[in-house]
């Protein structure tokens, strides 16, 4: 059984910081892309970054140059490092992992899978 558990959220005032992470633990044969996704109230959820296993990443526009994503793929952790947080950025926010579930000797099918989600407010 993969899990991906999120912690890191809260509340904070603008201009303030915040650091995400998400561990991934169970039957795990390899990890691709892991990433962050959010959803504010009443909208979509949207990308906000990812990362392949070799390091590259890609961010989206609202939040390039505040946040930055990194993983170690030792430890199947990605982080996000908020700063200069704004009010805008409220929102549940969600780990993603594209991996390929399984053991050294039985590799299953690739699948996506999503952490439960935690919260961050940003609000003076």
């Known amino acids: 059984q993969v899990q991906l558990v999120e912690s890191g959220g809260g509340l904070v005032q603008p201009g303030g910081s915040l650091r995400l992470s998400c561990t991934a633990s169970g039957n795990i044969f390899s990890i691709n892309n892991m990433g962050w996704y959010r959803q504010a109230p009443g909208k979509q959820r949207e990308l906000v970054a990812t990362v392949t296993s070799s390091g590259s990443t890609n961010h989206a526009d609202s939040v390039k140059g505040r946040f930055t994503i990194s993983r170690d793929n030792a430890k199947k952790t990605v982080y996000l490092q908020m700063n200069t947080l704004k009010p805008e950025d409220t929102a549940v926010y969600y780990c993603?992992?594209?991996?390929?579930?399984?053991?050294?000797?039985?590799?299953?099918?690739?699948?996506?899978?999503w952490g439960q989600g935690t919260q961050v407010t940003v609000s003076s």
């Open positions: 993603y992992a594209r991996l390929y579930p399984g053991t050294w000797f039985a590799k299953l099918d690739e699948g996506d899978y």
